[in-house]
């Protein structure tokens, strides 16, 4: 049977410090791969803390490294640092998102563009700055969402901008395929990290009854299938949404 083997492979997972984020890098560092923690720095620092605790726990491979994904110009000096450090960059799982949720009558327009700004202009921030310093036959990894393809309530904001992830990640393909680049997306259903807690139990337990597996996902259930995707066994695979919900949708 073929194990995965990252080693001597590159990867930079934006906000990489906490959450599903923290999780997929230690299964990338644990398939072999050298990974690199984005965060944003907030004003408290609890963002710098908790990428410096992650890459501590990691050991060795793994260096926190600061870069507002919003901002073009702090990508594009985080890839030439990776770049100057490391040499190559191989893989890119675009995983920094925030929430605001409230409905559309509420909604403010920063909150509209505040989750627009990072969920759907970071990834094109992030994949604008790394076409050409991306090693061929690399992988790229975008986080959807469920809400991008069901459009949960009180999310027109997170669901319009996870659904132009998909979008993205389809064309992207296209155009680096010729490169032998892959670019998929993973679209989680419920899972029980930080933000997937804070849904509340109510409202948590009608969503359980449309999930035929009757049990939420775990971090892992993600960061195994972005370790699967960055992998050779995935090489044939491009322009797709993997769904990882316990079977509500497919």
Not at 9 to 38: D, F, M, P, R, Y
């Amino acid at each position: 049977m073929k194990i995965i083997d990252l080693t001597n492979k590159v990867a930079l997972i934006t906000g990489g410090g906490q959450g599903l984020g923290a999780v997929a890098c230690k299964a990338l560092v644990e398939a072999g791969a050298s990974v690199v923690i984005n965060y944003f720095d907030d004003d408290k620092g609890i963002n710098k803390q908790r990428a410096e605790e992650t890459a501590h726990e990691l050991g060795s491979r793994a260096v926190p490294m600061k870069a507002d994904v919003r901002n073009i110009n702090e990508v594009q000096e985080m890839l030439d640092s990776i770049l100057h450090q490391y040499n190559q960059i191989d893989i890119i799982i675009n995983n920094a998102g925030i929430l605001r949720d409230r409905t559309l009558k509420k909604m403010s327009s920063e909150e509209w563009q505040q989750v627009i700004d990072t969920n759907l202009t970071g990834v094109f921030n992030v994949c604008r700055s790394a076409v050409e310093k991306i090693s061929d036959d690399g992988r790229i990894v975008n986080l959807s969402s469920i809400s991008g393809i069901l459009g949960f309530f009180g999310q027109s904001n997170y669901a319009a901008a996870k659904a132009g992830v998909i979008g993205f990640t389809k064309a992207l393909s296209r155009e680096l395929g010729r490169k032998g680049i892959t670019v998929n997306a993973v679209a989680p259903g419920v899972i029980l990290t930080e933000m997937g807690k804070s849904i509340p139990e109510e409202v948590r337990n009608e969503m359980l009854k449309n999930i035929p597996l009757n049990k939420f996902g775990d971090p892992e259930d993600i960061a195994n299938t972005i370790v699967f995707l960055c992998s050779d066994m995935a090489k044939y695979i491009t322009g797709q949404v993997i769904h990882v919900n316990g079977g509500w949708i497919g």
